[in-house]
């Protein structure tokens, strides 16, 4: 499955970076570019369940493909769900599904970084955009 340019772009910027003090800065810099969501795309109804911190998932289709939108009141994690958003945005539900999304993060440099509760957080954030899929399928 070839990457999106945005994805490719993300594993340029984390490539060139010689250790975790750096990357978690830069992993800052993505998460502060992600779009603010509006207080009603904050609200219960987007929220991911799953997830220590809070964090919400927008879902829209562009034919097939589908744009993500997330947030989070973690700074660290906004970093990690734009990092998710460059690899999932303007998939098809079945690249979506084939998506190693430990792979990604240690083709990053970040996966031996993320603990637990974040991993499965970030699980939990790729099972909500599943399920968004399944729904509007």
Known sequence: MSLPASAQTALQAFSACPGWEQRARLLMQWG????????????????VDGCESQVWLVAETLGEHWQFRASSDARLLRGLLALLLA???GLTLAELAQLD???????????????????????AVLRRMQQLLAERD
């Open 101 to 123: 999304l430990p792979d990604w993060f240690t083709q990053l440099g970040l996966a031996r970084h993320l603990s637990p509760s974040r991993s499965n957080g970030l699980q």
């Open 87 to 89: 690899r999932v945005n």
């Open 32 to 47: 502060d570019q992600l779009a603010p969501l509006s207080d009603d795309e904050r609200s219960e109804r987007h929220r």
